[in-house]
């Protein structure tokens, strides 16, 4: 899989597995978690399920946030996700799936530039696979 000057990934092979074109540039997915265990559980399953490239877990992150009209101020886990807008309904869905918040955070922010390697290897790592 190649990444062109458009920033778009051409279809080819990788080893003997197919892969489908991704035509979709990176983005970076924000979410937070309660506790650490949903995080894990939560990055576990976007990285097997092919929804993310990587997601790095930011422990013990202080959030300060109005809920109900009264300002709160609770430790939680952010979650940064590497994925592309093609795989973003999924990863929404995800989210909405395993969080146990009522409103869960789903902030999607463009990638506009960064290594071409990295960016290809993100494009690969969540294209669908066709056996």
């Known amino acids: 899989m190649t990444l062109s000057a458009t920033g778009r990934y051409a279809c080819g092979s990788f080893g003997r597995t197919l892969i489908t ?26 990285v097997d399920e092919r929804l993310a490239a990587c997601v790095n877990t930011v422990s013990n992150v202080t959030s300060t946030y109005r809920w ?21 309904p999924a990863v ?19 990638v506009h530039a ?4 990295y960016l290809a290897w993100i494009g690969s790592s969540v294209a669908e696979r066709k056996e």
Do not use: H, M, W
Request: hydrophobic content about 45%; proline content about 3%.
């Open 68 to 88: 109900q009209n009264q300002v709160q101020r609770e430790q939680e886990s952010l979650l940064v996700i590497k994925t592309t807008e093609a795989r973003f």
């Open 114 to 117: 960064g290594s071409e390697a």
């Open 21 to 46: 074109a991704v035509s979709s540039r990176a983005l970076l997915v924000l979410t937070t978690c309660a506790s650490a265990a949903e995080a894990d559980r939560l990055a576990a399953v976007l």
């Open 92 to 110: 929404e869905q995800a989210i909405r799936s395993a969080s146990s918040y009522e409103l869960p955070e789903v902030l999607a922010i463009p």
